[in-house]
């Protein structure tokens, strides 16, 4: 793991040996910016979005349902929970990044808790 910057990459899906890693385009948000911007704006999104640091998000002004993965610093999944717009998630107090899809995705991955889950970034 280590300092990740703003861009892209793929997030892998442990799998839990009924199933194989699923690989996921992924864009990372590290900057202020980048996460304060995170997916307002969007109507859709391919993979997941990496927020860190961050322990919780807003769906305000945001045009769709999203799905919402807490990772602690080892990239552990602590929960995950869907999120229609215009809520504010409670801060998970382990929780040091956070994984955003659209509504749905990450039960299509097989993400849950207590998932284990890898980041690569592009240099």
Known sequence: MG???????ELTVRGNGERAPVRVPLETATSYRARTRGLLGRDS????????PANSVHTFRMRMPIDVAYLDRRLRVIAVRTMPPGR?????????????????AMEGWGLRAGSQVEVEVDL
Request: glycine share 16%; with cysteine; net charge positive.
């Open 3 to 9: 300092r990740w910057r703003d861009g892209c990459g």
């Open 88 to 104: 504010l998630g409670l801060p998970r107090l382990r929780a040091r990044h956070v994984l955003e899809a659209e509504a749905g």
């Open 45 to 52: 999104l391919d993979g997941a979005l990496l927020l860190s």
